[in-house]
């Protein structure tokens, strides 16, 4: 987020400064670790298939880049 927002904006902010802004929205910065060894591929796929374009639609409504 930090890299997004200085890249984009020109805006230097601190770890905590991000931590602060995405906290209200109910959102963290974390970074994806490790892939869940349970999961599904049948079931990503279904999701991809099934939700995620809706998904993806309602944040370019928004004005977000998915």
């Known amino acids: 987020m930090r890299t997004l927002i200085e890249r984009e ?4 902010l601190s770890k905590s400064s991000i931590g602060g802004l995405l906290a209200p929205l109910g ?3 974390q970074r994806l670790v490790c892939q ?7 079931k990503v796929d279904k999701y991809l298939a ?4 809706g998904a993806a639609a309602d944040a370019r409504k928004r004005g ?3």
């Open 50 to 53: 099934d939700n995620f374009p």
């Open 27 to 29: 959102l963290s910065a």
């Open 36 to 42: 869940s060894y349970r999961q599904d591929p049948r």
């Open 9 to 12: 904006l020109g805006i230097k």
């Open 64 to 66: 977000a880049q998915v």
